[in-house]
């Protein structure tokens, strides 16, 4: 019904610069909310960043400042712009989306994620 495709993730130097991007397809009436949440080996997945449909954005502490997120409504898009990146944010980043479809049901959706990789 819904598909979230990620793209962007690789390997990168600390401080380096990475944007990952989300493409929602399906059958999709509107999208309330779309962020962001990732991974890291042996630990819970983690809030990273959230975009709601009124504009306003939660960030986790720890990339407030360093990651930007943004939504393209008309092409239910999604990005992430993260900058001076970290080896702690070494993780699998997943995209999310709070959707209502066509049918008018409402519910999340993941996609598969997208590997990110700081390291020297």
């Known amino acids: 019904q819904v598909q979230l495709v990620e793209s962007g993730g690789g390997l990168v130097q600390p401080g380096g610069s990475l944007r990952l991007s989300c493409a929602a397809s399906g059958s999709i009436f509107s999208i309330y909310t779309m962020g962001w949440y990732r991974q890291a080996p042996g630990k819970q997945r983690e809030l990273v960043a959230l975009l709601h449909s009124g504009d306003s954005k939660n960030y986790r502490d720890s990339v407030k400042g360093r990651f930007t997120i943004s939504r393209d409504n008309a092409k239910k898009m999604a990005y992430l712009q993260m900058n001076s990146l970290k080896p702690e944010d070494t993780a699998v980043y997943y995209c999310?989306?709070?959707?209502?479809?066509?049918?008018?049901?409402?519910?999340?959706?993941w996609g598969q994620g997208t590997q990110v990789t700081v390291s020297s």
């Open positions: 999310y989306a709070d959707v209502r479809l066509f049918s008018m049901q409402r519910g999340d959706y």
